[in-house]
């Protein structure tokens, strides 16, 4: 599922876990900064070893994803000039995907667990702008 802003620009992703996929869904537009997908694999797969080659990329702002590996939390979603677009309930094995624009998240159950990823470097005090 994605959330668009009123503009029409693209602000996160949210994929509900379910155990029945095919093979690989890509979540993030090939043009994002993160690239998350979800992939199926059969028994006995062997990925061929590889390197991955340096290659530059220049990055303007955070995109971060959370997973929730238990628990539930409610995210709220907002546009870049901090309006409410919406608010989705994740739980176990869901992940969202913020691109752009603001968020916030309140846990609804004790020991609520996620994994973050963002992009880097983070500068804790130049990162953000609380509202």
Same mark, same amino acid.
């Given at each position: 599922?994605?959330?668009?802003?009123?503009?029409? =620009?693209?602000?996160?992703?949210?994929?509900?876990?379910?155990?029945?996929?095919?093979?690989?869904?890509?979540?993030?537009?090939?043009?994002?900064?993160?690239?998350?997908?979800?992939? =199926?694999?059969?028994?006995?797969?062997?990925?061929?070893?590889?390197?991955?080659?340096?290659?530059?990329?220049?990055?303007?702002?955070t995109q971060e994803i959370w997973i929730?590996?238990?628990?539930?939390?409610?995210?709220?979603?907002?546009?870049?000039?901090?309006?409410?677009?919406?608010?989705?309930?994740?739980?176990?094995?869901?992940?969202?995907?913020?691109?752009?624009?603001?968020?916030?998240?309140?846990?609804?159950?004790?020991?609520?667990?996620?994994?973050?990823?963002?992009?880097?470097?983070?500068?804790?005090? =130049?990162?953000?702008? =609380?509202?």
């Open positions: 599922m994605y959330i668009y802003s009123q503009k029409k =620009k693209l602000v996160a992703c949210i994929y509900k876990f379910r155990k029945k996929i095919n093979s690989r869904i890509n979540l993030s537009p090939e043009n994002e900064l993160l690239q998350a997908s979800i992939i =199926k694999f059969d028994k006995n797969f062997n990925l061929n070893r590889h390197i991955h080659t340096k290659v530059s990329r220049k990055t303007i702002g929730v590996m238990g628990g539930k939390l409610k995210a709220t979603f907002y546009e870049t000039d901090k309006t409410k677009i919406c608010s989705k309930i994740l739980k176990k094995g869901d992940i969202s995907i913020l691109f752009r624009g603001g968020h916030k998240f309140e846990t609804l159950e004790k020991n609520t667990i996620i994994y973050e990823i963002k992009n880097g470097p983070y500068i804790k005090d =130049k990162d953000l702008k =609380k509202f």
